[in-house]
């Protein structure tokens, strides 16, 4: 059964963890996550961008698609089907599917409408014991057809969000999108710790999980993050195993042209890459 995202988050906060958010992009990505997070033993947070939505054909899809495979996979772990960067129609829509958990962005709106527009679904959720995250300081990088720009949140504006009850509040804090480039300045403890202070006890989400040096995630969970998102970082795990599967011919040898030979070596890439996040984020044997 799907949770909402409140109790796992909290936990994480009180014991100095992150749980990761894994993107979700078709049948084989999802599997992979629901059953590395069941064999680590650890919470997780299925999220599903607008764009990936409409890809698997629509959110009723995706929530029957990972309710059926809670179900026959025997997976106990908590998980939580939570809308990534979800517009103001798009929660509704998701809301309606039957997600656990929405984000509202609203980072891009003036800090009043946002404001507003975060108060009314965090009535709407609470109605319905969904979790909600909302966001203050767009994220830098392109996701999804997403810009954001990078910028560092004002932690008087994010606790005018934090203070209307919202499940967990993204900032930014010079995060990105994608690949890092070589001459990003890093994030800014300073901004999370000042956002710290501001929003008591509210869980902090990192977006822009990929590539972040190790040390910078163990500070971020350190100061308050309890939520880690990563979309990136698997996707080109999976490009590059599938890649050499083909290179080396493999996809010539006997059946190797089958789908579900030609796409292992990528789900097992992405395998590898969801256990070490877990491990570093130290949510293995939180469940
Ligand atoms: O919302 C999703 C994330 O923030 C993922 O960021 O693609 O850089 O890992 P990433
Ligand atoms: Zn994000």
Redesign the pocket.
């Known amino acids: 059964m799907l949770v909402s995202a409140k109790e796992m988050l909290e936990k994480a906060r009180d014991g100095k963890y992150a749980v990761g958010?894994f993107?979700i992009n078709n049948l084989e990505w999802t599997k992979t996550i629901l059953l590395t997070a069941q064999e680590m033993n650890s919470p997780v947070i299925l999220?599903v961008?607008e764009g990936a939505g409409k890809y698997m054909t629509g959110f009723k899809t995706v929530a029957n698609m990972v309710n059926g495979m809670i179900e026959c996979l025997n997976i106990t772990v908590p998980v939580a089907l939570h809308l990534?960067?979800g517009t103001y129609d798009g929660c509704y829509k998701c809301i309606e599917a039957g997600f656990s958990s929405i984000?509202f962005d609203g980072s891009h709106y003036p800090i009043d409408e946002n404001v507003d527009k975060t108060r009314e679904l965090v009535e709407v959720c609470a109605g319905k014991g969904l979790s909600l995250e909302a966001e203050v300081g767009a994220?830098g990088?392109e996701?999804d057809g997403v810009i954001g720009m990078g910028e560092c949140a004002d932690p008087d504006e994010c606790k005018r969000i934090a203070d209307l009850g919202v499940t967990m509040l993204a900032a930014g804090i010079g995060?990105?999108?994608?690949?890092y480039p070589a001459n990003w300045a890093g994030l800014s403890f300073d901004t999370l710790a000042a956002i710290k202070e501001k929003t008591g006890d509210m869980p902090l989400v990192l977006?822009?999980?990929?590539?972040i040096p190790e040390d910078m995630i163990k500070k971020a969970i350190s100061l308050g993050v309890a939520k880690i998102?990563?979309?990136?970082?698997c996707?080109l795990a999976f490009a590059a195993a599938t890649r050499k599967y083909i290179e080396e011919g493999k996809d010539l040898e006997g059946k190797g042209f089958d789908p579900r030979k030609l796409l292992a070596p990528g789900c097992e890439a992405i395998r590898a890459t969801v256990k070490e996040k877990m491990e570093l984020f130290g949510s293995v044997n939180k469940a």
Do not use: P
């Not at 995060?175 to 690949?179: F, L, P, S």
């Open positions: 958010q993107n999220g961008s990534d960067h984000m994220i990088g996701e995060n990105i999108h994608g690949k977006h822009g999980g990929t590539g998102n990563v979309n990136t970082e996707q």
